[in-house]
Structures are given as structure tokens and as C-alpha cells.
């Protein structure tokens, strides 16, 4: 019953900011590990930014400074926000997490979101 469910995405301008939501539903136990990815059509998946249980952070060079990765560990929830964004931002960005569920077994499973399409457009 586990799922991580995006969301946010759009049409935004150069320039222009947008924030992206990341939810684990379903019977959640624990998020460990999250991690956004984003894939344009027919190129190859690219890692931007993950975050740990702990918060530490980390950020791909073409969105260091631009983005940020956050989390509520409470609501099992990621967030990007994306600041200053250009044409080449443009989309489909999914999420990724390890995810404990509560059915008694304790043992984890990397899951994934099915993306939440960004558009970056005068």
C-alpha cells in the first residue's frame, strides 16, 4: 500500500520559482533516504538533490544554488524548491525514497514516484 505521490509541477517563466511536493502514503513506518530525479524525453534520468533522515543534503552541479531539497519527516513529505529556473529545467521531475512499511516485517523498500511535469516557458 506503500506509494510516493508528486506533486506541484506546471508552467512557469524563466526566472520564476515553483515548489515540488514529494508524499509517502500508505502505511509508513519510517522514510529514510529521498532523493529527486528529473528525465526529459529520450534523455537518460538525472539525480539532482537528495536528502537524508538527518537532513543532509547534497545537489547536482546544474542546480546547486538554484534549488533546494527539504523535508517533513513528520507529514512524509519531500520538497524542491526551484528558484531562479531556465529553459533547460524543463521536466518530468520523480522522487525516490527507502521506505520502511509498517506491516510488521520491518523490512524496507526503495520505491518510486510516477513524476510531476515542469515546464519552463516565455
Known amino acids: 500500500q506503500v506509494q510516493l505521490v508528486e506533486s506541484g509541477g506546471g508552467l512557469v517563466q524563466p526566472g520564476g520559482s515553483l515548489t515540488l511536493s514529494c508524499k509517502a502514503t500508505?502505511?509508513?513506518?519510517?522514510?529514510?533516504?529521498m532523493a529527486w530525479y528529473r528525465q526529459v524525453p529520450g534523455e537518460a534520468r538525472e539525480l539532482i538533490a537528495t536528502?537524508?533522515?538527518?537532513?543532509?543534503?547534497r545537489y547536482e552541479d546544474s542546480v546547486k544554488g538554484r534549488f533546494t531539497v527539504s523535508r517533513d519527516n513528520a507529514a512524509a513529505t519531500m520538497y524542491l524548491r526551484m528558484n531562479s529556473v531556465q529553459p533547460e529545467d524543463t521536466a518530468v521531475y520523480l522522487c525516490?525514497?527507502?521506505?520502511?512499511?509498517?506491516?510488521?516485517?520491518?523490512?524496507?523498500?526503495?520505491?518510486w514516484g510516477h513524476g510531476t511535469h515542469v515546464t519552463v516557458s516565455a
Open positions: 500508505g502505511n509508513v513506518f519510517s522514510v529514510h533516504d
Open positions: 536528502i537524508t533522515a538527518d537532513e543532509r543534503t
Open positions: 525516490n525514497a527507502f521506505i520502511i512499511p509498517d506491516d510488521h516485517t520491518f523490512s524496507g523498500s526503495i520505491y
